[in-house]
């Protein structure tokens, strides 16, 4: 809310986004995930409160879940396709805000190095 400018309904449906993305990243490594623009805000948000996030990434995955910018001319090939994140998050469960989720708005990142989950810098 502070950082962005937004309005808690919206911050809170980021936010519960992002958590659904995080815990469906850490439940199926075997899926290349990147966030959306949107719900990018709040995986950022949640990795800025370290002690939290930490507390998070160790109860849902046992491990840190690194969230790496792909810079421009980097390598890291093609984005992760959002339709494929969205539909590994709605198989795990979650229920898709599909606002913040809009198909053209794939943020360059992903929960990982090289964006998958298996990378030698993942931390496993």
């Known amino acids: 809310m502070r950082d962005n400018a ?5 911050a809170e449906r980021i936010f519960g986004q992002a958590v659904a993305y995080l815990v469906t990243s850490a439940e199926c490594p075997e899926v290349r995930m990147g966030p959306s ?7 950022h948000s949640f ?3 370290s002690i939290n996030y ?3 990434c ?11 910018p792909h810079l421009p001319g980097e390598g890291a090939g093609e984005p992760p396709a959002l339709r494929d994140t969205v539909k590994a998050i709605h198989a795990s469960g979650f229920e ?3 606002e913040l989720w809009v198909m053209k708005d794939a943020a360059d ?3 990982c190095h090289a ?8 931390g496993k």
């Open 6 to 10: 937004m309005g808690r309904d919206l």
């Open 37 to 43: 623009q949107a719900v990018d805000l709040g995986v």
């Open 47 to 49: 990795v800025l409160d």
């Open 54 to 56: 930490t507390a998070f």
């Open 58 to 68: 160790d109860q849902h995955a046992g491990r840190y879940i690194h969230h790496v």
């Open 96 to 98: 898709i805000d599909p």
């Open 109 to 111: 990142c992903s929960q």
């Open 115 to 122: 964006g998958c989950t298996d990378s030698p810098n993942s």
